[in-house]
């Protein structure tokens, strides 16, 4: 199976300014057929489903603010908040999808407002 | 509108079963893959369940032998039965669509519905 971990578990962040979420899956979610990393990232605020941001490591959904960026290949994910809003506050996670249909999410990063 | 809501949660004693819907509008059920994640209180969120749009299942090894997920084309909706529940089943749980156009991303999700097992 495919562990994900994440760092660090919580974060604040001055408003306006960058945050950095950072993911690890155990192996590779790299598919070399389509060179597509097979990694989601999702925001949940407190009382409310997750809401997909980012998915293929790097393409934002559509209507995501594009303060939101994804990078990183193969192992090693960012989730980046370039400038950290009122309403960025929330819980992040990752999730691989290369084992389909054995799905895995890590384990979340908070941010909150410093 | 696309969207997705689930109902059927509930207290439940340990042992007992229950039975989740997710009623599913502006798309149809069948012909995407759908899932369930859950959420304990507190904590992170868990894969449960997929269903994929020719019939396949497929299970976290958590659940297996005690849920079962499946749908009705005709009421488009999806389902899961949770059978001989235990204490660390109680979560929201929530059903998602899995959006094979993004990977298998999940792209649409419910709000949820709380199950509580507990004598």
């Known amino acids: 199976d495919i562990v994900m971990t994440q760092s660090p578990d919580s974060l604040a962040v001055s408003l306006g300014e960058r945050a950095t979420i950072n993911c690890k899956s155990s192996q590779s979610v790299l598919y070399s057929s389509n060179n597509k990393n097979y990694l989601a990232w999702y925001q949940q605020k407190p009382g409310q489903p997750p809401k997909l941001l980012i998915y293929w490591a790097s393409t934002r959904e559509s209507g995501v603010p594009d303060r939101f960026s994804g990078s990183g290949s193969g192992t090693d994910f960012t989730l980046t908040i370039s400038s950290l809003q009122a309403e960025d506050v929330a819980v992040y996670y990752c999730q691989q999808y290369y084992s389909t249909p054995l799905f895995t999410f890590g384990p979340g990063t908070k941010v909150d407002i410093k | 509108e696309v969207q997705l809501v689930e109902s059927g949660g509930g207290l439940v004693q340990p042992g007992g079963s229950l039975r989740l819907s997710c009623a599913a509008s502006g798309f149809t059920v069948s012909s995407n893959y759908m899932s369930w994640v859950r959420q304990a209180p507190g904590k992170g969120l868990e894969w449960v369940s997929v269903?994929?749009?020719?019939?396949?299942?497929y299970y976290a090894d958590s659940v297996k032998g005690r849920f079962t997920i499946s749908r009705d084309n005709s009421k488009n909706t999806l389902y899961l039965q949770m059978n001989s529940l235990r204490a660390e089943d109680t979560a929201v749980y929530y059903c998602?669509?899995?959006?094979?156009?993004?990977?298998?991303?999940?792209?649409?999700w419910g709000q949820g519905t709380m199950v509580t097992v507990s004598s």
């Open positions: 998602a669509r899995v959006a094979r156009a993004f990977g298998h991303a999940f792209d649409i």
């Open positions: 269903i994929y749009s020719g019939g396949s299942t």
